[in-house]
């Protein structure tokens, strides 16, 4: 399959993005960044806060159009097999001697102008560092890199 990614709004790497492209190469796909001039069977753009404008360009070049992050919609997560991952650190260049990820999710504060406590709620434990290793001794040695 041929993997289109938008990323939005951010030049910053994009985790779900990166967890998304682990995913589809594991499974042999093609995955790029989006490109009007290809056909792709899937297009996932992300979008990370809700008030930048989103991607208004008309995408007729895909099978299928996925969308998420915060900036889409606030209750929609990555499938658990996806969020799992290692994430694909060549999307972005990104050294990979620096680790991208959570060991904890949500947030005890409450700011104002922060969706986390509504996205995520209250501090709790998410990744065990024995299960990030775990996890990384079952990647196809093509991801290890």
């Known amino acids: 399959m041929n993997?289109?990614?938008?990323?939005?709004d951010s030049k910053y790497p994009n985790l779900a993005l990166m967890k998304i492209s682990a995913y589809h190469k594991a499974q042999g796909?093609?995955?790029?960044?989006?490109?009007?001039?290809?056909?792709?069977?899937?297009?996932?753009?992300?979008?990370?806060?809700?008030f930048t404008p989103a991607y208004d360009t008309i995408i007729t070049n895909a099978g299928h159009i996925e969308?998420?992050?915060?900036?889409?919609?606030?209750?929609?997560?990555?499938?658990?097999h996806i969020d799992r991952?290692?994430?694909?650190?060549?999307?972005?260049n990104v050294d990979k001697n620096l680790?991208?990820?959570?060991l904890t999710r949500g947030c005890p504060n409450h700011c104002k102008w922060c969706i986390?406590?509504?996205?995520?709620?209250?501090?709790?434990?998410?990744m065990d560092v024995e299960v990030i290793k775990h996890i990384l001794s079952f990647l196809p040695e093509n991801l290890k890199k």
């Open 67 to 80: 969308q998420g992050g915060t900036g889409y919609d606030i209750t929609k997560t990555l499938p658990a």
């Open 29 to 50: 796909d093609l995955v790029e960044w989006y490109t009007p001039f290809q056909h792709y069977d899937i297009v996932y753009r992300a979008k990370v806060f809700t």
């Open 116 to 126: 986390v406590p509504k996205k995520e709620g209250n501090v709790r434990p998410y």
């Open 85 to 92: 991952l290692q994430p694909d650190y060549d999307l972005y």
């Open 99 to 102: 680790a991208y990820g959570f």
């Open 3 to 8: 993997i289109g990614l938008i990323a939005v």
